[in-house]
C-alpha cells in the first residue's frame, strides 16, 4: 500500500516581515492566489488537512468547498507559539531581544525558549504525536496538509530521521509561501511505514 501526502505552506500575509505564531493575519490577495493555486495544481487530493489558523484554513475550506473535498481542522499543526515576540517585526525583535534573544533561539531553539512562549519539546511533541497518527493509520488516501514552514520544516526533520534537538536543518531549508513538499508514504506487509521526501 501506498499514499501521498503533500505538505503545503501557506501564501504570502498581510504582516509581511513580521514573526508569525499565533498571531494569525489574513493572506494578502496576492497570497490568497498563491495557495488556491498550489491547492489546484495538486492531482489525485481526496482530503484536505489544515491548521486551524486563517492563514491556511481561509482558502483551504474555499478550495475543499470547489473540489467538494472533506476538510480536517488538526490543531497541531498550527505554527509554533513565539509567546512575547509572536507579531512583533523582525527588524525589532533583533534590535531588542536579549536573554534571550531571537539569535539565541535561532541558533538553538532547544536550549531557548521565546519568553512565554512555546517550548521546542513542547513544540516537537505535539507535531510528531501527528504525524504517528498519520503513519499509524494506513491509507491509500492522497492529502493535501496545509500548514506552516516551522511546521513543515519539523515534519520534514522526521521523515529523515534527523535527531530531534538537530536544528541546522531550520536555517537550511527555504520553504516559500505557498511551496509544496512531497512525501510518500510505503506500508509493507507488516503494515509498518517507510516514509520518503519526493523531489
Not at 49 to 78: G, M, T, W, Y
Not at 92 to 114: A, K, M
Not at 130 to 148: D, K
Request: glycine share 6%; proline share 7%; net charge negative.
Amino acid at each position: 500500500m501506498q499514499r501521498q501526502l503533500y505538505f503545503v505552506r501557506h501564501g504570502e500575509t498581510t504582516m509581511p516581515r513580521h514573526l508569525l505564531g499565533v498571531t494569525d493575519p489574513e493572506l494578502s490577495p496576492i497570497g490568497a492566489q498563491q495557495l488556491l493555486q498550489s491547492l489546484t495544481g495538486l492531482v489525485g487530493v481526496k482530503r484536505i488537512i489544515s491548521s486551524p489558523r486563517k492563514r491556511c484554513l481561509n482558502i483551504s475550506n474555499v478550495f475543499a468547498a470547489q473540489h467538494q473535498l472533506d476538510l480536517e481542522i488538526e490543531p497541531n499543526l498550527a505554527e509554533f507559539d513565539f509567546g512575547l515576540w509572536d507579531g512583533k517585526p523582525y527588524d525589532v525583535l533583533w534590535r531588542e531581544t536579549q536573554s534571550p534573544s531571537i539569535g539565541d533561539f535561532w541558533q538553538n531553539p532547544w536550549q531557548h525558549t521565546p519568553p512565554k512562549g512555546e517550548s521546542m519539546h513542547e513544540f516537537h511533541h505535539r507535531v510528531t504525536s501527528w504525524w504517528r497518527g498519520i503513519l499509524n493509520s494506513p491509507s491509500e488516501e492522497c492529502v493535501a496538509v496545509v500548514a506552516h514552514a516551522g511546521v513543515i520544516k519539523a515534519l520534514i526533520a522526521l521523515i529523515l530521521g534527523l535527531p530531534a534537538e538537530f536544528t541546522a536543518h531550520q536555517s537550511r531549508l527555504d520553504i516559500p509561501y505557498a511551496g509544496i513538499v512531497k512525501v510518500e508514504v510505503f506500508y509493507d506487509d507488516d503494515q509498518t511505514a517507510w516514509s520518503k521526501v519526493v523531489f
